[in-house]
């Protein structure tokens, strides 16, 4: 997917776009943007998780929608903070000091996910500003989130 991605013309401003972000929060390496069916992304696979493995360097992919024109891109920036986040211990010192007072009905794993999900969407936010919580929300409710205040 990656290959095909780069022979597109509009693949090299998303490259741009991803690579000034994450070399501004101190990314070792430019994560590798694609187009694909949906919005993901890999994390880092500098620790293959069951086998304990650490590769030499950080490695990241950044999957766009790839039916997404560049207008709708600012979501690729919560996908930023997932690269960001994979290779920070933010999430699990959170969750150690704030278990205490959540619900024992909730998972830690379903902890852990929320708020890795909340804090991405905070650091979209801190990247580009309204765009992103604007684009989520489009993304989410494609008629808007008008409300009628009568």
């Keep these: ?36 069916e949906s919005y993901f992304a890999s994390g880092s696979f500098t620790i293959i998780a069951g086998y304990r493995l650490r590769l030499e360097r950080e490695y990241y992919v950044i999957a766009v929608d790839y039916s997404d024109p560049p207008l709708l891109w600012p979501l ?37 996910r929320r708020l890795e999900e909340a804090l991405c969407d905070v650091i979209a936010t801190y990247l580009i500003g309204p765009a992103y919580p604007y684009e989520a929300l489009h993304q989410e409710r494609p008629g808007g989130f008008f409300i009628n205040l009568e």
Excluded at 79 to 108: M, N, P
Aim: glycine share 2%.
């Design 1 to 36: 997917m990656a290959v095909k991605s780069a022979k597109e013309s509009r693949w090299k401003i998303l490259y741009n776009i991803v690579s000034y972000y994450s070399q501004n929060l101190g990314f070792s390496v430019t994560p590798l943007p694609f187009f694909a």
């Design 76 to 112: 690729v920036f919560h996908e930023i903070g997932h690269c960001l986040l994979s290779v920070r211990d933010d999430v699990d010192r959170i969750c150690e000091q704030s278990i205490s007072w959540v619900r024992s009905d909730i998972s830690l794993e379903t902890i852990h």
